[in-house]
């Protein structure tokens, strides 16, 4: 069977652009409030109708619902943002205010009855309020006559070098959809991802730029497939004393080895760490440029990653480049689902519909 997909705050597109993979699979319309990430993604995807507006504005719901109608939409993504977590919000729930938009993801489910939804999350959703709010997310999943699996998937499990836990939730009308199995035998390192690039300083590099190394493993080449040249790889631009403190830390060490009148304001233990080589990399966050901001520096260089290594973190191919200056860019990256992880669960509800 094949899927015509809406993705609702869809950002850059990392959620689309992985389910897209799957040939059974295309993102038809799309929305989201940030102009900037709209642009990567209209610019990597320009199959797609893809609408910049506030989902609680009835004219933009009217627009995507109309849109969708007309293209035959059957299956809806997205990651509503989701703020009623405090006990304080339990008794109003799904008509808390602050928990509006994943009412409004679920009013266009109702509108557009498509054979399967799936919602993306933080994995303290399923936790908050002792699980109170998860269970009203079910209760309201199971009134507009869904069936439904949910989870937390780590990314690690699905190819992606980085460890990033998200709550899945996969809804069918006619039947049950299980969560994909984790399927990596062995995970793949920041090494695999990103040691083909290693050779920027602070402040080097270019939006576009030719490659200068050959590929060396084979996440690598997966990657670098049919791109021919090398997009958003620009090193952060640090300050001297930044670069200093880096001098000071070891390859793939952190903040120990920097004296006590050194730390700065960072308290956090993982501040000022550097990226291990053959393991996966924390996740990756919307400040990944920092040096000071966590484990994000570069495994031996005196810098933090560039937003191509985030990406190729995040298991965004090279073909896949990112618009606009650089604090919308790092936005795009930090907050998007890993394509690899959205593949495999294309994967999974394309198996669950063969017969």
């Keep these: 069977m094949d899927f015509k997909v809406?993705?609702?705050?869809?950002?850059a597109?990392?959620?689309?652009?992985?389910?897209d993979k799957n040939p059974h699979f295309q993102t038809i319309v799309a929305l989201d409030i940030d102009e900037k990430a709209a642009e990567t993604f209209k610019k990597n995807m320009p199959q797609a109708e893809v609408l910049v507006?506030?989902?609680t504005d009835v004219s933009v719901r009217e627009k995507v619902i109309d849109l969708s109608q007309k293209a035959g939409?059957?299956?809806?993504?997205g990651g509503p943002p989701c703020q009623g977590y405090s006990m304080k919000g339990k008794k109003l729930g799904l008509k808390d205010p602050r928990n509006f938009l994943f009412r409004e993801y679920l009013n266009l489910v109702r509108?557009?009855?498509p054979k399967v939804f799936v919602i993306e999350n933080v994995k303290g959703l399923l936790l908050a309020s002792n699980g109170w709010f998860k269970e009203e997310i079910l209760k309201a999943i199971e009134e507009l006559g869904y069936v439904v699996e949910y989870g937390v998937l780590n990314a690690e499990d699905f190819g992606v070098p980085q460890s990033r836990e998200r709550t899945i939730f996969i809804c069918s009308k006619d039947r049950r959809i299980t969560l994909p199995i984790p399927n990596e035998k062995q995970h793949v390192s920041v090494r695999d991802a990103i040691s083909d690039l290693s050779y920027l300083e602070s402040g080097e590099g270019d939006f576009e730029q030719?490659?200068?190394?050959?590929?060396?493993?084979?996440?690598q080449r997966l990657m670098r497939a049919r791109s021919k040249k090398l997009y958003n790889h620009k090193a952060s631009n640090h300050k001297q004393v930044a670069i200093d403190k880096l001098k000071l830390i070891p390859p793939e060490q952190g903040k120990e080895f920097l004296?006590?009148?050194?730390?700065?304001?960072?308290?956090?233990?993982?501040?000022w760490g550097r990226l291990k080589w053959d393991d996966v990399s924390p996740t990756i966050d919307t400040r990944f440029d920092a040096s000071s901001n966590g484990t994000n520096n570069h495994p031996f260089l005196n810098r933090a990653i560039t937003p191509r290594e985030a990406a190729r973190i995040q298991s965004f191919d090279d073909n896949f480049i990112f618009y606009g200056s650089k604090v919308y860019v790092r936005r795009q990256i930090g907050n998007a689902v890993p394509p690899l992880l959205a593949k495999a669960i294309a994967d999974q509800i394309s198996i669950a519909f063969e017969d």
């Design 210 to 219: 030719d490659y200068i190394t050959k590929p060396q493993t084979d996440y």
């Design 6 to 11: 809406l993705d609702l705050f869809c950002g």
């Design 13 to 19: 597109g990392g959620f689309s652009y992985g389910m």
């Design 259 to 271: 004296p006590s009148e050194m730390y700065g304001n960072q308290k956090f233990k993982t501040t």
């Design 111 to 113: 509108e557009l009855q």
């Design 53 to 55: 507006g506030d989902i």
């Design 73 to 77: 939409i059957n299956m809806v993504i």
